[in-house]
């Protein structure tokens, strides 16, 4: 049976979702790894909670630290939660584009008459993925802000020490 263009135009729209796909494919591997540091984060400071607690952990500082680990784990917590929701829209994401793939096969089969489907498909898919990233950057503000709340938790733990700043220790030769 000899093949008509017809059916190299529809090929040829059903890969480009595909590109859609990889892109959302990268995503989800990247949150995934996000979530995976997150675990891991939250698994450590309820390691460290449960030795601060014990007294098991030779720190100075307990009652500060066991109040910075709580609003670390909050923290992760939200983050958890943020990444959570983003790889909920990601899959939802690929799930509209391999639909949208295959509605634009049928399409083809029953002669056109389904073009708004693909079509609707394909925009409710490029939303998921707008929507996950504004999750993602949300996620990404909170780390960066945890990141700014440790510095400063350990910057007022040397100063209740009476250490120096850092600017004012003698470099070495200098």
């Known amino acids: 049976m000899p093949v008509i263009p017809d059916t190299y135009t529809t090929l040829s729209a059903m890969i480009t979702p595909a590109l859609f796909m990889t892109a959302n ?102 939303s998921l993925m707008l929507a996950a990233c504004v999750q993602l950057t949300r996620e990404a503000r909170v780390a960066l802000r945890n990141n700014r709340l440790e510095i400063l938790f350990y910057q007022k733990l040397r100063n209740q020490r009476g250490c120096p700043p850092a600017s004012e220790k003698q470099t070495p030769g200098g």
Not at 76 to 100: N, P, Q
């Open 25 to 126: 494919g990268s995503l989800i591997i990247s949150t995934s790894n996000r979530m995976s540091r997150v675990v891991d984060r939250i698994r450590q400071l309820n390691l460290e909670a449960d030795e601060l607690c014990r007294g098991a952990s030779g720190l100075d500082f307990l009652d500060d630290r066991l109040e910075h680990v709580t609003v670390q784990l909050n923290r992760m917590m939200t983050r958890s939660d943020l990444i959570r929701l983003a790889l909920t829209l990601l899959y939802l994401a690929m799930a509209m584009y391999v639909g949208t793939s295959l509605t634009m096969a049928l399409d083809a089969l029953v002669g056109g008459y389904l073009i708004a489907v693909p079509t609707s498909l394909a925009i409710i898919g490029v």
